[in-house]
C-alpha cells in the first residue's frame, strides 16, 4: 500500500477463549487493546484537557471528520499544523469517515453512487462527501489512524437496504483505497505522512450481508485493521452480540478489529468477549450533561436527593480526580447549580471508568480468568442498574 | 477578642511610596500580599479545579456567603465538614457577608435595622440576613477570614444615603462583633474555630463619610484586617482612586487592606499604588464567558476572526496551561464551538494573569521599583486596550 514498511504492528499477547489483548504500535505511540476511544468531537474531549485525558489512561482519542470538516475546516487544522498540534494530543488520534454523521446529523441529504450531498447542520452550507475528498480531508486533518467512507442506513434496515449500503460501501472502499494510496505519494507535507486506514464491515443485522462484508473487504486489501460499523445504532443487544460473533468470525484474528460507537461499560465486556479489540462512544462525556455516572453496580443519577450530605465518592473503587478528591455531595451542588466542574468531573469520571474497565479485561484475558471476571463483572454491575 | 491569640499576623517586608508588600500568616497558609483572590461563588472558582486554581499561584480564595447560603446551605456545608473540605482547597478562604448580593440580586428586600428581608432569586423563598444570622452562616462555611454584615447602598448615592449606610453598617458591625464572639465560645465544633473578622468602610464617594467610617470601625476594636466596601460600583475611577487614598490615611498601615469586589488589571496596579493589599473580582473567570482575556498590552476577544490561523498564545510573556499548550486559534475555535474546554482556558488564563500580575507588583515594592513599573506597566496595558 506505501512505499515504506508502515508503523503500525498489532501483536496480540494473550487470548484467552475469544478475548485478546495486546498492542497496536505506531509511531505516535502504543495502544493497549483491548482499549476504549474517548471522543474528542470537535478537537477536544468534552471539557477535558489533552492531559487529563491522558491521566484516565486513554492511549489514543478519536475525533469526527464530520464536525472538524465542518468547523473548524479541514485545511485550517493542516495550517495550525494537524488534528494532534491544534489540540495539543501527541499520542494517537482516529478520525471517523463522517459516513454516520452526514446520514444522522445533516439536513437535505442526497445520496448517490458518487458521494452524498448534505447541508451543514451549523449553517446550511451546501457540502459534499465521496470517498475521495474525505481522504482529503482525513489527510489535512492527520490522524493516525483513519476510517473509509461508507454509506450508513439505520440499524434495523431491511435485508435489501442494508445489501445495498455494504456493497456501496466496498466500492467505496476501492475509492478510499485508491485516492489515499495517490494521497501519500503526492501529499508529503501532510501533517502525518503516514496514515492507516481501516475498512469498516457493515451489513445491518443480516448475518450473510456481514459475512460478506468482511469478506469482500479483505479481497480489496490486506487491511491493518478492521472497522466494525453500524451496530448500537437501534438494534437489540442480542442482535449486535450476534453480529459480533458472525464478523469475527470471518475477519482474520490478527489484525485489530475496532468496533464503532460503542458503548456502554456492558457492550465493552460483551465485546471484548466476541473478541473485539478498540471502542469509541460519547456516552461518557454526553451522560456527564445530565448528571448520569457509571459504577460497578450500574449506572446512577447525580441529582439523587438522597447524597446531598454524602461525603462518599461516586464510586468507590475508582482512582479517578473526581472520585480521590471530592464528594458526592459536592459534585451534587455543583451539577445542581449547574457549575461547569460538576460537569466536567462527572465526565472525567465516565471517561476513567471505562478506560479502567479496559485495563482490567486486559489484565483478565492475560490472567486467563476472563469468563469469570467478565460474567462476575456484568452480574454486580446489572445487580442495581437502575438510573435512579 | 478571642481567648487565644488568633493565628493571623500581618508582616509587611517592604514599601515604596504608599504601596507595601508582606505577607498575611494563618493556620492553613500564607497569603502573600498584594494578593489576588479568585473568586468561588458558589464553592467553585468557575470551572476550575481547586489544583488548577492554585497553579496560578493563588493563596486564597473567596467564597459568597449569600449564594451558598441559598444553595447548598451554610448547615449542609458545615455538616460537610466545612467549606475547604467540600471543595478541597484546604488553604485560606474568605466568605463575603452577602451585603452586596442581597441588595443587588435578590427580590423583594426590606430594611430595617433589625436586618434585610428578602426572597431568594432562586426558588423565591422568604429569607432574612442579620448581623447575627450571618455571623452564625459565615461560622458554618468556616473560611478562615470572614466579613462583617453591612449595609450596601449605591455607589453613587448622595450623602445621607450613603451616610445612613455607613452608620447603620457600624451598628451592624458592633452585633457582628458581640455575635462571632459568643459564637466563638459557645460553638466549638465548627470548621474553623478561630475566624477572623473584618469591618468593611463604607461612606460612597464622599470623603468625610469614608473617613468617619475607618474612624468609627477602629473605635469599634483594634481589628486584625479591614475591608473597603462600596467601591467598583458604578463611580467613576478618579473617584476610586481619591477615596482609597482618603481612607488609607486614616487606617492603621500595619492592617492588611481589602479591596472588595476590584478589579480589572489596571484597578489592581492603581490600587497598590495607593496600599491596598488584597483584591478580588469575578471579572476573570466571568469574562471567559463572553471570550474575553486580558494581555498585557490590553483586553482581546478571543472572537476576532483574525485569529483563525494564529498559532501564538493568548498572551506572549504568560506561563499558564492555557499560554503555553494552546494557541489562539485553537481556543477561538474551542469558544467559537461553545466547547467547555475553551472557557475554561480563558478563565484560568485570565485568572492566572491578574495573580501573575499581583507577584510582579510585589516584587517591584520589595526591589523598590514600584512607581517606574506600574507606569510602565499601565502604559503599555493602556496602548491598546480596545476589546476588538
Given at each position: 500500500?506505501?512505499s515504506?514498511?508502515?508503523r503500525?504492528?498489532?501483536?496480540?499477547?494473550?487470548?484467552?477463549?475469544k478475548?485478546?489483548?495486546?498492542?497496536?504500535?505506531?509511531?505516535?505511540?502504543?495502544?493497549?487493546?483491548?482499549?476504549?476511544?474517548?471522543?474528542?468531537?470537535?478537537a477536544?474531549?468534552?471539557?477535558?484537557?489533552?492531559?487529563?485525558?491522558?491521566?484516565?489512561?486513554?492511549?489514543?482519542i478519536?475525533?469526527?471528520?464530520?464536525?472538524?470538516?465542518?468547523?473548524?475546516?479541514?485545511?485550517r487544522?493542516?495550517?495550525?499544523?494537524?488534528?494532534?498540534?491544534?489540540?495539543?494530543w501527541?499520542?494517537?488520534?482516529l478520525?471517523?469517515?463522517?459516513?454516520?454523521?452526514?446520514?444522522?446529523?445533516?439536513?437535505?441529504r442526497?445520496?448517490?453512487?458518487?458521494?452524498?450531498?448534505?447541508?451543514?447542520?451549523?449553517?446550511?452550507?451546501?457540502?459534499?462527501?465521496?470517498?475521495?475528498?474525505?481522504?482529503?480531508?482525513?489527510?489535512?486533518?492527520?490522524?493516525?489512524?483513519?476510517?473509509?467512507?461508507?454509506?450508513?442506513?439505520?440499524?434495523?434496515?431491511?435485508?435489501?437496504l442494508?445489501?445495498?449500503?455494504?456493497?456501496?460501501s466496498?466500492?467505496?472502499?476501492?475509492?478510499?483505497?485508491?485516492?489515499?494510496?495517490?494521497?501519500?505519494?503526492?501529499?508529503?507535507?501532510?501533517?502525518?505522512?503516514?496514515?492507516?486506514?481501516?475498512?469498516?464491515?457493515?451489513g445491518?443485522?443480516?448475518?450473510d450481508l456481514?459475512?460478506?462484508?468482511?469478506?469482500?473487504i479483505?479481497?480489496?486489501?490486506?487491511?491493518?485493521?478492521y472497522?466494525i460499523g453500524g451496530?448500537?445504532?437501534?438494534?437489540?443487544?442480542?442482535?449486535?452480540?450476534?453480529?459480533?460473533?458472525?464478523?469475527?468470525?470471518?475477519?482474520?484474528?490478527?489484525?485489530?478489529?475496532?468496533?464503532?460507537?460503542?458503548?456502554?461499560?456492558?457492550?465493552l465486556?460483551?465485546?471484548?468477549?466476541?473478541?473485539?479489540d478498540?471502542?469509541?462512544c460519547?456516552?461518557?462525556?454526553?451522560?456527564?450533561?445530565?448528571g448520569?455516572?457509571?459504577t460497578t453496580?450500574?449506572?446512577?443519577?447525580?441529582k439523587?436527593?438522597?447524597?446531598?450530605?454524602?461525603q462518599?465518592?461516586?464510586?468507590?473503587s475508582?482512582?479517578?480526580?473526581?472520585?480521590?478528591?471530592?464528594?458526592?455531595?459536592?459534585?451534587?451542588?455543583?451539577?445542581?447549580?449547574?457549575?461547569?466542574?460538576?460537569?466536567r468531573?462527572?465526565?472525567?469520571?465516565?471517561?476513567h471508568?471505562?478506560?479502567?474497565l479496559?485495563r482490567e479485561?486486559?489484565?483478565?484475558?492475560?490472567a486467563g480468568?476472563?469468563?469469570?471476571?467478565?460474567?462476575?463483572?456484568?452480574?454486580?454491575?446489572?445487580?442495581r442498574?437502575t438510573?435512579?
Amino acid at each position: 500500500m506505501v512505499s515504506e514498511a508502515p508503523r503500525f504492528a498489532f501483536t496480540i499477547d494473550a487470548t484467552d477463549g475469544k478475548a485478546r489483548t495486546g498492542r497496536i504500535a505506531m509511531r505516535r505511540g502504543e495502544i493497549r487493546t483491548p482499549a476504549f476511544m474517548p471522543v474528542g468531537t470537535a478537537a477536544t474531549v468534552k471539557a477535558m484537557k489533552p492531559e487529563s485525558v491522558r491521566a484516565t489512561g486513554a492511549d489514543i482519542i478519536l475525533g469526527n471528520t464530520y464536525h472538524l470538516m465542518l468547523r473548524p475546516g479541514a485545511e485550517r487544522v493542516a495550517r495550525l499544523g494537524g488534528l494532534h498540534r491544534f489540540m495539543n494530543w501527541s499520542r494517537p488520534i482516529l478520525t471517523d469517515s463522517g459516513g454516520y454523521q452526514v446520514m444522522s446529523l445533516s439536513d437535505l441529504r442526497k445520496l448517490t453512487e458518487q458521494g452524498v450531498e448534505f447541508r451543514s447542520h451549523l449553517d446550511g452550507s451546501l457540502q459534499q462527501f465521496t470517498p475521495e475528498s474525505v481522504m482529503r480531508i482525513e489527510r489535512n486533518l492527520g490522524a493516525d489512524v483513519i476510517m473509509q467512507f461508507d454509506h450508513v442506513v439505520p440499524g434495523q434496515s431491511p435485508h435489501d437496504l442494508a445489501r445495498e449500503a455494504m456493497e456501496r460501501s466496498v466500492r467505496w472502499l476501492e475509492r478510499c483505497r485508491s485516492a489515499f494510496a495517490r494521497l501519500q505519494q503526492e501529499d508529503t507535507l501532510a501533517p502525518t505522512p503516514e496514515q492507516a486506514l481501516f475498512p469498516i464491515v457493515q451489513g445491518g443485522i443480516h448475518a450473510d450481508l456481514r459475512r460478506a462484508s468482511a469478506s469482500a473487504i479483505q479481497g480489496v486489501d490486506d487491511w491493518v485493521g478492521y472497522g466494525i460499523g453500524g451496530l448500537s445504532v437501534g438494534e437489540t443487544k442480542p442482535d449486535m452480540y450476534a453480529m459480533l460473533d458472525v464478523v469475527n468470525e470471518v475477519l482474520p484474528r490478527n489484525r485489530p478489529r475496532y468496533l464503532m460507537g460503542v458503548g456502554f461499560p456492558e457492550d465493552l465486556v460483551e465485546g471484548v468477549a466476541r473478541g473485539v479489540d478498540v471502542f469509541d462512544c460519547v456516552a461518557p462525556t454526553r451522560m456527564g450533561r445530565t448528571g448520569a455516572f457509571f459504577t460497578t453496580t450500574g449506572r446512577r443519577s447525580i441529582k439523587n436527593a438522597a447524597w446531598r450530605l454524602d461525603q462518599s465518592p461516586l464510586d468507590p473503587s475508582c482512582t479517578c480526580v473526581a472520585c480521590t478528591r471530592f464528594s458526592k455531595g459536592y459534585i451534587r451542588h455543583l451539577f445542581v447549580a449547574e457549575e461547569i466542574l460538576g460537569l466536567r468531573l462527572l465526565s472525567l469520571h465516565n471517561v476513567h471508568f471505562l478506560v479502567a474497565l479496559m485495563r482490567e479485561a486486559r489484565d483478565a484475558v492475560l490472567a486467563g480468568t476472563f469468563a469469570g471476571w467478565s460474567r462476575d463483572w456484568l452480574a454486580r454491575y446489572h445487580s442495581r442498574s437502575t438510573v435512579s
